[in-house]
């Protein structure tokens, strides 16, 4: 997965620019395991990351405890030789520049390898060779860190289950009761180092990010945020009407609550609760120096200081949402915008912890799903644990009853001091600040059901890339031109390896958009031409997912001037690398068998965002863009790529057999 919006990642290794009160921004697996489960509890444990130590000196990510995982065979992070990547960056923007662009371009790309590059790269080779990873440390504090747009849209993605449909309050109740039992045990999986270790070839693929998303949670600071660990917590919290409550999921002998007995203390928490409470989890939705701010007073009295703590060293917080109406075929956009906003401050946003890696989300209107913060890790752990719980679920009507029916205390009310006239301030802008960005941000979910995977397959093509391509086409023939295309690429072959970029719009994907939209092209040209995009994209992946990309290699010399108090070279401000950095397609894929997918904002404030679970038979995607661009429309997009699906598949079924691989 991504990070997302990873165009925003130049502007974020700047200085951070002086507090805005109001937003005025746009930055915006599948093994299941087998293995029995044994409870492996340990005394508390916390880890602790400050921004101090992701300085130039020191950028390794901080090894969190995994109780039983085994040590992996896993690759150190390589700094690139500088010619390959720039050769590989100069075939990748030729698509987006003119000929005297392009031409300019290459003289600047020249310049720059012979002088200021080659000092960096000396400078970034150095770093390499004492570092495991060099990037690891410096991508979590450049990327998310130190960005300064709110967590809600602009970072944290949406990771649906498939729609509920609750009788009652009893069945929401206990489906609730049931998952979270379900995240219980898949934790009891992490803990005891059961993950499953895939090998893309024969290279192991690092599971280390497994232990980094329970008990995680984002600290707001000024400038840069911190981050803190603790795996070994035994809480959650629920979170109902605005109102907070400490939730134990152990007894006495550290053995898991069970589903009934989980939902006995869900009915307490609900019981107790009439009236809506102050809305403190709006202020973790707003810009990351607003809630520093708002932080820095709340936390200041002794009693919510502990109240945060609380929340911030649970497992996962639990959100049981008030109600919503949705119209008919509207069910999956307004489940995804719930998960990635809330509805706003008069609907569910203030039920939330944005900063918590973790929120479990649930709707009586049988809206399921995670909003994640993004900072720690990648959608896989997520996206399985949906996995998890739904196949248990869906295969064994007794699941979650195996557990212990002995908690060791009631939930506990988590109080904070009665609320004052400067936090009471710092909510209202929060409020109107979020209000803004549910109203902006638009979400068309678009089920494509004439084919899948299963027929692209036998046509011999590789899904992703042919889903990357129809993106490529259906832009192209909405904005007669192309997009630089962001799609993330795991480095997970390396010792906390995050992502590289897949740079999709392509010289062979620009031709063949050129030609599906040429009366004179033939059926076989164009389904030639189809193949040589699908080729392409395919290559560019392979050396992605080897760590041979263009994106983080250039960060990394980037980041060394910033170290070293150099100059940036003007390269980076050239119009290729602005325009191919631009990406008005941030898009990834998130497969999983179920009627499920993951969704968030677009990385532009001039394109789309764009998720997709290709399925076998159908491909689900979730497609973001700002209501106050006029140039792009998620309704019109999603139009444009099923004519895109479509138009690809009549070449296809037409392609004159011995042009067919």
Request: with cysteine; proline share 5%; charged share 25%.
């Amino acid at each position: 997965m991504h990070t997302y919006q990873s165009s925003s990642v130049e502007r974020r290794i700047d200085p951070p620019k002086a507090e805005m009160r109001l937003l005025n921004s746009r930055g915006v697996f599948w093994n299941l395991t087998k293995c029995s489960i044994k409870a492996n509890q340990t005394s508390n444990v916390l880890v602790k990351l400050l921004p101090a130590s992701f300085g130039s000196k020191g950028s390794e990510q901080p090894q969190v405890p995994q109780n039983g995982a085994p040590k992996q065979n896993l690759l150190k992070y390589p700094v690139l030789p500088l010619n390959e990547t720039l050769d590989r960056f100069l075939c990748s923007v030729q698509p987006l520049l003119t000929t005297d662009e392009f031409k300019k371009q290459r003289d600047i790309t020249e310049e720059f390898k012979d002088k200021e590059g080659d000092e960096l790269q000396t400078l970034l080779e150095e770093v390499g060779k004492n570092e495991t990873n060099w990037l690891a440390g410096r991508w979590l504090k450049t990327a998310y860190l130190q960005y300064r747009d709110p967590v809600t849209v602009y970072v944290s993605p949406g990771m649906t289950f498939p729609p509920q449909k609750f009788k009652n309050e009893r069945a929401f109740v206990d489906y609730t009761a049931k998952v979270i039992f379900g995240l219980g045990e898949f934790k009891s999986i992490v803990d005891s180092g059961k993950i499953p270790v895939v090998k893309m070839g024969k290279n192991e693929l690092d599971n280390s990010q497994f232990g980094k998303v329970f008990g995680t949670c984002r600290i707001p600071r000024r400038g840069t945020d911190e981050i803190v660990y603790n795996p070994c917590s035994k809480h959650v919290v629920v979170i109902y009407k605005n109102h907070f409550y400490k939730l134990c999921l152990y007894d006495k002998d550290d053995k898991l609550l069970s589903a009934p007995a989980l939902a006995k203390q869900l009915d307490i928490i609900m019981e107790a609760e009439i009236d809506f409470g102050v809305p403190y989890g709006i202020l973790t939705t707003d810009s990351r120096d607003n809630w520093a701010e708002a932080y820095g007073q709340l936390s200041a009295m002794p009693q919510n200081k502990e109240a945060i703590q609380t929340i911030q060293t649970s497992l996962f917080t639990v959100s049981l949402d008030e109600c919503v109406s949705f119209k008919p075929g509207d069910q999956a956009n307004q489940l995804i915008l719930s998960l990635i906003h809330g509805g706003g401050s008069r609907v569910n946003s203030g039920n939330r912890w944005m900063d918590k890696t973790i929120q479990l989300v649930v709707n009586p209107n049988g809206n399921v799903g995670f909003a994640y913060e993004h900072s720690p890790a990648e959608g896989q752990p997520i996206a399985m644990m949906m996995d998890y719980v739904v196949k248990k679920m869906s295969e064994d009507k007794k699941f979650g009853e195996c557990g212990s029916s002995e908690p060791l205390n009631k939930p506990q009310k988590i109080k904070f001091c009665p609320l004052n006239e400067c936090v009471g301030q710092w909510i209202f802008y929060a409020k109107r600040n979020v209000d803004r960005l549910v109203h902006d941000l638009q979400m068309k979910v678009l089920k494509f059901d004439s084919y899948g995977k299963e027929y692209i397959k036998n046509k011999h093509l590789g899904p992703d890339s042919y889903v990357q391509m129809a993106l490529q086409l259906a832009f192209y023939k909405m904005h007669n031109e192309p997009a630089a295309q962001y799609e993330s690429a795991h480095l997970r072959i390396f010792e906390n390896g995050r992502t590289e970029t897949i740079r999709s719009c392509s010289n062979e994907s620009l031709d063949f958009c050129r030609a599906m939209t040429s009366e004179d092209a033939s059926v076989e040209m164009r389904a030639k031409l189809l193949r040589e995009a699908v080729s392409s994209h395919q290559a560019y992946t392979r050396l992605a997912l080897q760590g041979r990309g263009v994106d983080r290699h250039l960060l990394g010399l980037k980041l060394m001037a910033l170290e070293n108090n150099l100059p940036v070279p003007r390269f980076y401000s050239s119009v290729g690398y602005t325009k191919s950095m631009h990406f008005r397609m941030s898009t990834s894929q998130v497969a999983t068998k179920y009627d499920a997918f993951m969704g968030y904002g677009p990385a532009t404030h001039d394109g789309y965002g764009c998720c997709y679970n290709p399925r076998e038979c159908d491909i689900i995607l979730a497609i973001s863009a700002w209501k106050s661009n006029a140039e792009t429309d998620p309704d019109k997009f999603a139009k444009a790529l099923t004519k895109a699906f479509l138009e690809m598949q009549a070449v296809l079924d037409k392609e004159p057999t011995k042009s067919k691989l």
